[in-house]
């Protein structure tokens, strides 16, 4: 099941990140050192009590002048509104109510979204609740008392935020049908991808980037076998600051990717692939989906025998850690091999979902280490009892073994290479674990 959106909406200097910080903990830092993986803090992924989420922070205000500000505000609630499943409303018990809070507070009560209004900085109970009830002003229900730099409150704040995730009670069915996002900067032909397999112009198409609304779900039948198609939207308005361009894009390709099984990254064929692109695919990467590289306008590439191997050689150079990704050069506008996209995403879909025998995987085990032995440490060598495979999409794989600290990245990616030579699982990430097993 896909995890549910949080998305923090709020002036500047309430708290927002402060807020944002304090949920996510350590995991706000990506240990892994990969090429192209976002380093953006716009997103997290958080857990409480048996629930993950996760959290965006909409940010992005420059307090510039109270217009400017305002329609920021709008901005920030529009894309909370469109992305998240419960928003989280950030005041300032210290400023009070301003206008601005009751303009935008207007616009979520009427977005029919849940929407949590939080109020930070009560460092003390006893001495800012007088002030917390001015908040009930806003009409949205309950304010909620904390204090993100003391950590207080957050627990009982985070209790309501589980209250309002979809599927929390057990109403909602699990839709089985495959979803693809269809996820790549503005502007990549995302829309026009969609609308050519779709047959029809459901999706607003213009040349100006960021015309797409919001994430549009649009179901396309082949072979009696039900697809949704996930289009991750760009803009509302066309920001005139590229970095806001950019987080807003990001902030709708995490959402998308959360329920997607499979992406589809749609590179500009006559731009070629940027570093955004990288970002984007990224988000697809951390969080173990199946990846297709679609590259589209391929029709406007004057070509000649060695134009598709250059290309190709570009993006495995900007998109190396995802040497697995399906690769294919297609045309929107002239359909160019967009058959072969849903034979490609068939493919992806049943090798995410693949699973391997312990058996035959122990043997490819035992056949890798006498090729190449384990790596040692001061005379020490790592011994790899037993692997097995717990759960697909990804497929995670457990290593049991005598010592942790003598794994080495290396010779997990040779053991991951002697299990794609036999299985394939191409388009999708592979998991690997490695377990302790104390020697008797």
Request: proline share 4%; glycine share 6%; hydrophobic share 40%.
């Amino acid at each position: 099941m896909s995890k549910p959106v949080v998305a923090v909406v709020g002036r500047p200097n309430v708290g927002k990140s402060t807020l944002f910080n304090a949920l996510a903990g350590s995991r706000i830092s990506i240990v892994e050192d990969t090429p192209g993986v976002t380093r953006d803090r716009i997103y997290a992924d958080v857990s409480w009590l048996n629930y993950a989420f996760t959290l965006i922070d909409t940010g992005g205000i420059e307090p510039e002048s109270k217009d400017i500000i305002l329609a920021q505000m709008r901005e920030q609630a529009e894309t909370a509104i469109m992305t998240a499943d419960v928003i989280l409303f950030l005041t300032d018990v210290r400023q009070g109510l301003v206008d601005a809070d009751f303009k935008v507070a207007d616009m979520l009560r009427r977005s029919g979204r849940p929407v949590l209004l939080i109020v930070n900085k009560v460092d003390s109970f006893e001495k800012f609740m007088p002030d917390v009830y001015e908040f009930y002003n806003l009409g949205l229900g309950d304010p909620i008392p904390i204090s993100a730099a003391g950590k207080l409150g957050i627990g009982d704040m985070l209790d309501e935020v589980v209250k309002h995730f979809p599927g929390a009670a057990g109403e909602e069915e699990e839709d089985e049908r495959p979803k693809i996002a269809v996820i790549g900067k503005p502007n990549a032909g995302k829309s026009s991808i969609v609308n050519r397999l779709l047959g029809e112009d459901r999706v607003i198409v213009s040349p100006i980037a960021g015309t797409t609304r919001d994430a549009i779900d649009t179901t396309v039948t082949r072979n009696g076998q039900e697809y949704v198609f996930i289009d991750t939207a760009g803009l509302r308005r066309k920001s005139k600051v590229k970095e806001e361009l950019e987080r807003y894009s990001i902030i709708r390709t995490v959402t998308a990717v959360e329920r997607c099984d499979v992406a589809v990254l749609v590179i500009d064929a006559e731009e070629g692939v940027t570093e955004q692109d990288a970002k984007i695919a990224g988000i697809a990467h951390e969080r173990g989906k199946g990846m297709i590289i679609a590259v589209n306008k391929w029709d406007l590439i004057e070509k000649d025998n060695h134009t598709m191997k250059e290309f190709t050689e570009k993006i495995w150079e900007k998109l190396s850690y995802m040497p697995y990704a399906e690769l294919i050069f297609l045309s929107a506008k002239t359909g160019q091999r967009l058959p072969k996209l849903f034979d490609m995403i068939d493919a992806v879909i049943a090798n995410c979902a693949l699973r391997v025998q312990t058996g035959v995987l122990n043997e490819i085990l035992t056949e890798a280490m006498a090729m190449k032995q384990p790596p040692s440490d001061k005379g020490k060598r790592l011994r790899i009892y037993y692997i097995t495979q717990v759960s697909v999409k990804p497929p995670t794989f457990v290593m049991f073994i005598n010592d942790k600290n003598l794994t080495h990245f290396s010779y997990t990616r040779y053991i991951e290479n002697q299990i794609r030579t036999t299985f394939g699982f191409r388009g999708t990430p592979i998991k690997f674990i490695y377990r302790e097993r104390k020697e008797k």
